[in-house]
């Protein structure tokens, strides 16, 4: 019988349910750990960078580009290169009611295509409130025509903004250079760009580029995400936003105005500048003018030129092509100090100075010219320009330089040799870099045997015999031809050497620079030697003539040398003979034209260099072209108080007949 007072044993409904529970608690608390952990990594650690983030995210930064620095001639009243407001007009799609109606409306009044219009209209239809430009910089007869329809044409606004002027249009614009896109290139290695900013390409543009571009401001305002905000601008340029591309406000948070780039005051004689290049006018050539005491650039005009305004205005991209890809007269190149030639018989006044201060010759030195040269062991003689008319006779150093003997100069570089010539050139400024504060300078040659050798080695490896230095190589060299070959700058630079009493000048544009001029390296004795026979080169009347009369200015102390160089060896126009006949000699075989020239009783002195490409002869080319620009500058020149009276002193330390 069972026992009925007996306890009953159950089993656990829910067993293991504690430990569960304890289990889920500790998973629990380790996740709440891990979250709490994360917050404070979060808000405590990194809080602020991830407040920057948003407050980044909430705002919207557009740059305002700042206008370039002003660039000024010899005195502030002469303004080169500044900034004017161009004018944009914009249409706004979701306010013009009727954007077909708006845009055919502005076609008619701007002389647009409305089709190209309609259409971008058309590719922006998801951001009805982004601004179409219409028409960029457009003239004051279109603005005041939009203005005074203004009332029938809603959401059309004009947008201001900076754009570069250069007043004189092509006068100096090799000098001033332009701007454009700033290249692929140039931005990698840019911290203060981006893609679309418009930077120097050539010029004082490029050179003092830092300079003039000034520093950015910015607008920051609140944004919406996915919006872009349209700027516009009020009737003084002052930009502002009022809403984004999608139609919605937008305020602004505070705006950082931008700091114009600082002035440039540069040296050039602007009215000297625009005379030279008009007497260039219908020339390929090169015209520079140096006040020879202190290397101011006072003129640098090179034909043909180009206006910088091409590469700035709006509607001009057929002129930039064709300028850009013109490859025959090269118009975008300063022949002054971009583009090398032979320099003919101006490198005589070099080779004489070399020889007289190396002692190979004295004033009383003398070679007879009987219209030819022969080295010994060599058929072939070198004539000298006089050939037909029997020569010079016997000539000394001055009237070698007064009638341009090319046989006196080729005894005396065979004196001299290559060695010794090439040191004088580069002394005297010639196959070297000049220093001048302009972009991409051409440094030219002055032959020697070792420059001579490494060249060939490299252009005949197999044939040693041409790596050699012959007696031949070094008469060409003496009369400014075979392997050397000189900027314009270059010849300038020497002559002022002469002017100045035997220093070496360093040219500069930018007034803030200053004058480097060396100590004198040339004796005086060697200066009035060499100033005689130029003086007689320009002054002689009675037969025979100097080479140089037309540069003759009656009162005047004038200075030259003529220079005529051969673009093309001999044999190419062998069969043009006679003066007669010059001018049927094709164009582009003709000689080249040069002429030196200085003044001694003026203050300040000047050197001056000109050349015409293919223009025969220097006497005759380029000699009346010198006195036009001398005549010009002292007519002019107006004596200015901070003109120093001698220059502070930085020491820094093809063959053929050569006629003149």
Known sequence: MCDMTAPISRKKRYEGFERRIVLLGMVLVAAFGVLL????????????????????????????RSPRGIIYGRNDGIVLADNRAACDIVLVPKECGDPGAAARRLAEILRIDAEDLLKRIKDNGRKPYQQVIVKQDVS???????????????????IVRPQRRYLYGKTGGHLLGYLAEIGPEELKQSTENVMGDLVGWAGLEMIYQSQLRGRDGQLCVSRYAQGTPQIRTDAHGTPYVVADDLGRKLETDYREDPIPGKPLRIVLDIGLQREAERLLEGEVGAIVALNAESGEVLAMASAPGYDPSV???????????????????????????????????????????????????????TFSCGGFFRLPGVSRPWRCWMH??????????????????DVFFYNVGLKLGPERINLWA?????????????????????????????????????EPSEWKWYPGNTV????????????????????ACIVNGGRLVRPYLNRDRGPSVSEPFISERTIAIVEEGMRKCVEKDVPPSGTGKEARIPGMIVLGKTGTAQAVGTQHYAQ???????KDIPYELRDHALFVAGVLDRSPRLSVSVIIEHGLHGSSAAAPIARKVIEYFYAHHVPE???PEEPSLDVAGTEGPSRG
């Open 37 to 64: 952990a994360r917050l404070w990594h979060m808000q405590v650690i990194h809080g602020p960078a991830y407040a920057r983030e948003a407050e980044e995210n909430r705002l919207y930064v557009e740059r305002l």
């Open 140 to 158: 004051k007869t279109d603005l005041i025509r939009v203005e005074e329809l203004s009332y029938a044409l809603p959401g059309v606004y004009t």
């Open 311 to 365: 590469f700035v205005t709006a509607g001009q991209a057929r002129q930039r092509i064709a300028l850009l890809s013109d490859r025959k007269q090269k118009p975008m190149r300063s022949r002054c100090f971009q583009e090398v030639y032979p320099p003919g018989s101006t490198f005589k006044v070099m080779l004489a100075v070399a020889a007289l201060e190396e002692g190979e010759i004295d004033r009383n030195t």
């Open 388 to 405: 037909d008319r029997g020569g010079h006779g016997s000539v000394n150093v001055v009237d070698a330089l007064a009638y341009s003997c």
């Open 426 to 462: 580069a002394r005297m400024g010639l196959g070297v870099p000049s220093g001048i504060d302009l972009p991409s300078e051409a440094v030219g040659i002055v032959d020697s045997p070792e420059a001579k050798r490494k060249r060939f080695q490299k252009l005949h490896p197999k």
């Open 476 to 495: 060409n060299l003496s009369i400014g031809q075979g392997a050397v070959a000189v900027t314009p700058l270059q010849n300038a630079i020497m002559m």
């Open 576 to 582: 043009y003979k006679g003066k007669a006949r010059e």
């Open 641 to 643: 108080a901070d003109d």
